[in-house]
C-alpha cells in the first residue's frame, strides 16, 4: 500500500466519521448522544489535519489538532453539566423539550 493510498484511505475514513457524526446530530435528539456525534465529527476534522501535516511534513496541522482537543475538552466540561442540569430540571435527555427555555 503505497503513501498515496494511505492517505486516501484516512481522508476517506476521516469523512466517514464526520459524515456519521453529522447525521447523529440531524437524526436524534438525545442530547447526550448529539454531544458525542459533535465529537466524532470533530475526530474527523483531527484526523484530516493530522493527515495533511503528514503528508507535507509540517507541525503546523498538530499544533492544531492539539488546539482542537483543548477547545473540545473545554467544551465537554461545560456541556455535560450544563446537560445534567437540564435533565435535572426536565427530567428528560429530549432536545425538542429544551425549547421552551428560549426567552
Known amino acids: 500500500m503505497?503513501?498515496?493510498?494511505?492517505?486516501?484511505?484516512?481522508?476517506?475514513?476521516?469523512?466517514?466519521?464526520?459524515?456519521?457524526?453529522?447525521?447523529?446530530?440531524v437524526i436524534r435528539r438525545n442530547?447526550?448522544?448529539?454531544?458525542?456525534?459533535?465529537?466524532?465529527?470533530?475526530?474527523g476534522v483531527?484526523?484530516?489535519l493530522v493527515t495533511f501535516a503528514q503528508q507535507r511534513g509540517d507541525t503546523a496541522g498538530a499544533v492544531l489538532v492539539f488546539l482542537v482537543f483543548v477547545v473540545a475538552t473545554a467544551e465537554v466540561a461545560l456541556a455535560i453539566p450544563?446537560?445534567?442540569?437540564?435533565?435535572r430540571h426536565l427530567r428528560s435527555l429530549d432536545v425538542d423539550r429544551y425549547s421552551e427555555l428560549k426567552g
Open 31 to 43: 442530547a447526550l448522544i448529539m454531544l458525542m456525534c459533535m465529537e466524532l465529527m470533530l475526530n
Open 2 to 25: 503505497g503513501t498515496v493510498d494511505k492517505v486516501q484511505a484516512l481522508l476517506w475514513l476521516s469523512g466517514a466519521l464526520f459524515t456519521f457524526g453529522l447525521l447523529g446530530i
Open 46 to 48: 483531527n484526523l484530516s
Open 82 to 87: 450544563i446537560i445534567l442540569l437540564l435533565v
